[in-house]
């Protein structure tokens, strides 16, 4: 890299100097040489003069006028030389330097705006004429030399006009430009063919007063496709380490408590077995068996979901009947409704066939209707139907009299960085990971997933699976 120094104010000021003092010097020298010339001049008139007046004592009439015509010019020609040949010859002179130098000015413009990445479209202040483009601008909008040699800024404009997604937008922006001729403009456009341009407009000055205005445009196509690319890493890279902290939280706590429990009533056994009655015993088993199926379905769904992750599990979809599935699914979900004496009902036609993964189904409503008993209380009711909605899907719904709730739980309940840890209405342990589980087994499936809840008056969650389409008919 070369570092180049700025003059000091010192050297600047010499320079300056020197150049007065030699621009002096160079006049006062013209100045002399011409006072010079003019002298030797006038020198040698007079002694053309003396001359003359010698032969002219000697010569006829006709040659005596002769010689004062001759004498007359020779002594106006110093003047018509100073004052009217020589500043002309100047003028033409400087003339000519000047157009020398708008020829290197023109060829200097050029060369710079042919080296630009942007397009340039400079055009006058009656928006007709177009004043200058670069080849950038007319490789950009495709523009054809016939349509840039017209200068005509209407021909030009439809050709632009056609490439774009939003011409009314682009045709505003302009219009409104124009009616502010001060004023400045930045922003994207967007063309059919899929390109993005960054679009600067700034006015074209002439003794302080707006002229013309210069248009500016860039492909940034690759930079935002870049950014969205970056921007996407980005939100990937958030998600998974809000799955990790997720994951290790749940490893840390909901399996923690449970083993709590497990520790808690092999120590009670362990010290007083001698002393336990059967009755006792019964009630250690039985917390020993809700714990062992609480932890069971905790660790299967964490190592389901990891396996998502990783995309580990395969998808395999084939159409079966989905009653004898939903009634797969439920059957271990039967004795825990059963201890809190809560009501399932299914409503689904034998008829009814989805084209799915069976076992990311029974996961599904597995998940569903497990998660409906651990929040619903004794005696309540869940009922699980199923309805085609049209030729290519069929709505599952699970409807529990639960203890529903607020807008807020529900517009977090699929976040993976919201911990709800909310306990079912016996105390039940409750991650959230099987809802999350489900969500991403029915969007795998290119399936939809909402849910309607009200607090104190249960939820409905819904999701919907393809249809075989033929077997419909």
């Known amino acids: 890299m070369k570092i180049q120094e700025q003059p000091s104010e010192q050297d600047s000021l010499g320079g300056k100097v020197n150049k007065e003092y030699h621009h002096f010097k160079s006049s006062f020298f013209s100045k002399r040489m011409a006072f010079v010339s003019m002298l030797s001049i006038i020198v040698g008139e007079l002694l053309i003069v003396l001359l003359i007046k010698l032969l002219k004592s000697s010569s006829s009439l006709w040659e005596n006028i002769y010689f004062d015509a001759f004498l007359l010019a020779i002594l106006i020609f110093p003047a018509v030389y100073f004052w009217g040949i020589r500043p ?70 439809d050709s632009i006009l056609g490439q774009l997604s939003d011409p009314d937008a682009f045709n505003a922006t302009v219009l409104e430009l124009y009616e502010k001729p001060k004023a400045e403009s930045h922003d994207f456009i967007y063309l059919k063919d899929g390109r993005i341009l960054e679009r600067i407009s700034k006015p074209i000055y002439l003794n302080e007063e707006p002229k013309g205005r210069v248009w500016s445009f860039l492909d940034i196509t690759d930079r935002k496709w870049a950014e969205a690319e970056i921007k996407s890493k980005n939100e990937h890279l958030l998600k998974s380490l809000a799955e990790k902290n997720r994951f290790f939280s749940i490893i840390a706590h909901d399996l923690k408590s449970p083993f709590n429990g497990f520790l808690g009533l092999t120590q009670t056994m362990a010290e007083r077995l001698p002393s336990l009655t059967i009755e006792e015993l019964q009630e250690i088993a039985l917390v020993m068996e809700n714990s062992a199926t609480n932890l069971y379905g905790l660790l299967n769904n964490l190592l389901q979901w990891a396996s998502v992750e990783q995309g580990l599990i395969p998808f395999n979809p084939e159409i079966i009947e989905l009653l004898p599935i939903a009634k797969e699914s439920l059957a271990t979900i039967l004795e825990p409704a059963k201890n809190k004496e809560i009501e399932i009902t299914i409503n689904i036609s034998e008829d009814t066939a989805v084209l799915t993964d069976k076992n990311m189904l029974q996961t599904i409503l597995r998940n569903f209707v497990s998660n409906a008993v651990k929040f ?48 079912g209405t016996e105390g039940e342990p409750s991650t959230g990971l099987g809802l999350l589980l489900c969500k991403e087994f029915i969007e795998k499936q290119d399936g939809k997933i909402w849910v309607e809840s009200q607090e104190g008056k249960g939820s409905t969650f819904y999701f919907t699976i393809p249809c075989p389409a033929e077997m419909e008919k």
């Not at 400087?94 to 340039?120: P, T, V």
């Not at 599952?396 to 203890?403: H, P, Q, T």
């Open 88 to 157: 002309l010859t100047i003028q033409i002179a400087e003339r000519k330097k000047a157009e020398e130098a708008l020829r290197y000015s023109l060829s200097l413009m050029d060369a710079m705006l042919n080296s630009i990445h942007s397009g340039i479209l400079a055009i006058s202040s009656d928006q007709r004429t177009v004043i200058k483009t670069n080849a950038n601008f007319a490789e950009m909008w495709c523009i054809s030399g016939d349509i840039l040699a017209s200068v005509n800024n209407k021909t030009l404009m």
């Open 376 to 423: 619903t209380p004794k005696k309540g009711k869940i009922n699980v139907s199923a309805k085609t909605i049209d030729d290519n899907s069929v709505e599952i719904a699970i409807k529990d009299s639960g203890i529903g709730m607020s807008s807020e739980m529900v517009e977090n309940l699929f976040r993976l960085d919201v911990q709800m840890n909310r306990k």
